[in-house]
């Protein structure tokens, strides 16, 4: 056998592989349109929500609301209880349109026509709402975790919103190549956020843990893993910063931005049935399916992102060989 064909043959045996591997991974493609489509989706959820018959009634802005406020500091909890006792006194006169403004959002992210405007307006909706509903998902007082749900829903809504919005005039393009470094900075955030002096110990863990409650065959393991927690507090939070820390690491280089997605969506499931008790989307009183929910969106457009790489590079090879 001469060396050329030899040569031949090895670059068919490398190629079959990676020809297989093509066809394995799926096809995956999100653009910036997608993005707009499931976060008109997820605009449509919260204000169906804010419909529920527990929000036209004062308890949702006395029980709900003014709580955000509580513990925080002035310029937070200030703005957060006027809000409250505003809609407090005209609870459906207040509610209805917040609710309806939502929904309208959400549909004008479905229609191609009206996107860029509902994209437009969901940004000083999302900051109002951030201050007035979420009071800044507790970042002011320091207590704020993943757990619990920083840096809010909204402040993920409007990140998706800036990465989605039409280039040149254009939709089906990939999202904004910023994202990867969005993603960096919340998993250091968190890292830098669980070693504040509030969040730093196994007491504090479990209480963000068990501060949601849950349904009976939930909250059995929840108060567990909430007990080993608070008997292995250093260790336990050792852990868990070097796990954010080294997730948001590794968005920052191309090879590793897969691998970073992957273990965030992971850990963000793992957050909203443990941590976030679904969202408590089951009690008729969530306004929204919390943080990490929707963060697993951003999560599957940088996976989707580099699943493209390996069947394009295949591809390449192929028509070389």
């Known amino acids: 056998m001469s060396t050329t064909e030899s040569t ?52 949702f802005a006395r029980n709900v609301l003014a709580p955000v406020g ?32 939502q929904v309208l959002l959400g549909l004008g992210m479905l229609f191609p026509r009206t996107v860029r405007l509902a994209l437009a307006a969901s940004l000083p909706w999302a900051v109002g709402v951030w201050l007035l509903g979420e009071g800044l998902s507790g970042l002011a007082s320091g207590n704020a975790s993943l757990i619990t749900g920083m840096p809010g829903s909204v402040v993920i809504y409007g990140v998706l ?48 843990i068990l501060a949601f409650g849950g349904p009976s065959w939930l909250a059995s393991f929840q108060a567990s893993l909430a007990g080993w927690v608070s008997h292995h507090g250093l260790a336990t939070v050792v852990v868990l910063v070097a796990v954010e820390a080294l997730i ?31 969202g408590q989307l089951y009690t ?5 399916p919390n943080t990490a929910l929707i963060a697993t969106v951003m999560a599957g457009a940088l996976l989707a992102g580099y699943y493209r790489r390996p069947r394009e590079y295949a591809d390449r090879l192929q028509r070389r060989t």
Do not use: C, E, Y
């Open 8 to 59: 031949h043959k090895l670059r068919g045996a490398t190629a079959l592989p990676l020809r297989s591997l093509a066809i394995a991974v799926p096809q995956v493609r999100v653009t910036r349109r997608s993005l707009q489509v499931v976060l008109g989706l997820f605009w449509l959820l919260d204000g169906g929500l804010q419909f529920q018959p527990f929000m036209l009634r004062a308890s």
């Open 70 to 101: 509580d513990g925080q500091p002035q310029f937070v909890a200030g703005p957060v209880h006027w809000a409250a006792n505003l809609i407090a006194a005209h609870p459906v006169a207040w509610d209805v349109p917040f609710a309806s403004i």
């Open 161 to 208: 919103a800036l990465a989605a919005w039409p280039q040149r005039g254009r939709s089906d393009v990939p999202p904004a190549r910023w994202l990867p470094l969005v993603w960096a900075a919340f998993w250091i955030g968190a890292a830098v956020l669980q070693l504040l002096p509030m969040n730093n110990s196994g007491a504090d863990v479990s209480s963000a």
């Open 248 to 278: 948001g690491l590794a968005a920052l280089s191309r090879r590793t931005v897969a691998a970073s997605a992957a273990v965030g969506l992971l850990a963000f499931l793992a957050i909203w049935v443990v941590g976030q008790d679904f």
């Open 284 to 288: 008729g009183q969530a306004t929204d």
